[in-house]
């Protein structure tokens, strides 16, 4: 993650997170930390806030029927999960998200397994219409603590240059 210290005064400094257009470079692979251990109550309620009635995720009776023998984590909320590790690396200043594409699903994840992410820089352009901002888009890999990818994504982001980012000016 990018973590820089704007001296806000004498001995007083705030931390700030993310990258600006110019930081990213195509090729560069981040690995977001800390991981993510998923709970139970993560997936019951994530998944009772989203209104998914599916019982794979919520009856234990009916998921040990299942292939997988015992209820599996909702998916959006792993993809939630690993958008959210992402947020400092990539998109923490960004103005806006312009898209997610390719997402893909490759294996299950269980209460109890911890998850780890990574993005790789795919492309970045300045953009044609807002020229203090340019279009950065990245692969974002899921995985499990054992290496199993069980997520794949490209998002696309909308990063201002440096000099031009909103600040947060909260507290002052």
Excluded: C
């Excluded at 352009?125 to 990818?149: A, C, F, L, N, Y």
Aim: charged share 25%.
């Amino acid at each position: 993650m990018t973590q820089e210290f704007k001296e806000l005064g004498p001995h007083r400094f705030r931390e700030t997170y993310g990258r600006y257009f110019e930081d990213f470079n195509v090729g560069d692979v981040y690995e977001h930390r800390p991981g993510r251990t998923v709970t139970e109550a993560d997936n019951i309620q994530f998944t009772l806030l989203t209104m998914n009635s599916h019982p794979i995720h919520l009856d234990s009776v009916f998921a040990a029927q299942s292939e997988f023998g015992r209820p599996l984590v909702n998916s959006t909320l792993t993809l939630a999960i690993v958008t959210g590790m992402s947020v400092t690396d990539v998109s923490y200043k960004a103005i806006a998200n312009l898209g997610w594409n390719d997402i893909r699903l490759s294996a299950p994840v269980f209460a109890g397994d911890t998850l780890y992410a990574e993005s790789e820089v795919l492309s970045k352009r300045e953009s044609k219409s807002r020229p203090t901002q340019g279009i950065v888009t990245v692969k974002t890999t899921g995985m499990k603590s054992d290496g199993t990818v069980f997520l794949s994504f490209q998002r696309t982001v909308l990063v201002p240059k440096r000099g031009h980012a909103v600040e947060d000016r909260s507290g002052e």
